[in-house]
């Protein structure tokens, strides 16, 4: 197990598309959690799992995102109707519940482009 | 959530001890003190995490003092691939992932 994997690692779409992004977390991590980063900026929580139940999710996910964890291991991030603005890096970021409160694995992102 | 506050940026050079400091006057009695480093298009790696005094691992040290208002993320010795952001969190001991990372400390580290 190489740690967390996201895929696209890169996508260009038009503005009005829905893109789908996943999520495969460390194998043995049972939280999972997406985030959203700008250029410049720090990374925004969007929201976790604890398995396949989505416990929290952050006032950033309009009604045009939706997150799923259907099995309680990969995760989709879908947006739908992309706009501009919604053009940023998204970090998926796991750990295991008995880990230190801190200690997250971020994948390498998946960057968007919206045109 | 307790809010975080560290310079925007900090220039050192190489072979020097770079020292971070991290304000958090809010931070509540359950709360841990996290730091993380992320380089250009990767995600955040986790450095140290710390609740009181000092804590050391391989590649830092950090002190909290006994307020635990602030922190210090020291990096000794730091190298050219040390240049990153450092983000500074206040962690729940409940939920990790409802932090949010605040905007960080750009390390420049010059030859």
């Known amino acids: 197990d190489t740690g967390v994997s996201q895929d696209p690692r890169h996508k260009i779409t038009k503005r009005g598309q829905n893109v789908t992004f996943r999520c495969d977390p460390i194998?043995?991590?049972?939280?999972l959690y997406w985030y959203r980063q700008t250029l410049g900026q720090g990374p925004e929580f969007l929201t976790y799992f604890q398995n396949e139940a989505q416990l929290e999710k952050s006032r950033l996910l309009s009604d045009r995102f939706s997150a799923e964890r259907p099995k309680g291991s990969f995760s989709t991030l879908e947006i739908q109707r992309t706009e501009q603005g919604d053009s940023a890096m998204y970090l998926c970021?796991?750990?295991?519940?008995?880990?230190?409160?801190?200690?997250?694995?971020f994948g390498e992102g998946s960057r968007l482009t919206v045109l | 959530l307790a809010k975080t506050t560290q310079p925007i940026s900090m220039d050192s050079y190489e072979g020097q001890e770079v020292n971070i400091t991290c304000s958090h006057n809010?931070?509540?009695?359950?709360?841990?003190i996290t730091w993380y480093q992320q380089f250009p298009s990767q995600g955040p790696r986790f450095i140290i995490q710390g609740y009181k005094t000092k804590v050391t691992n391989e590649v830092a040290s950090l002190f909290i003092p006994a307020d635990r208002k602030s922190s210090t993320l020291s990096l000794p010795r730091v190298s050219l691939s040390d240049t990153a952001v450092y983000y500074c969190?206040?962690?729940?001991?409940?939920?990790?992932?409802?932090?949010?990372f605040g905007d960080g400390t750009t390390l420049t580290v010059k030859p």
């Open positions: 809010n931070i509540a009695t359950n709360d841990y």
């Open positions: 970021a796991s750990r295991s519940f008995s880990q230190g409160a801190g200690e997250l694995f």
């Open positions: 194998s043995e991590h049972n939280r």
């Open positions: 969190l206040v962690v729940p001991n409940t939920n990790a992932g409802k932090s949010t």
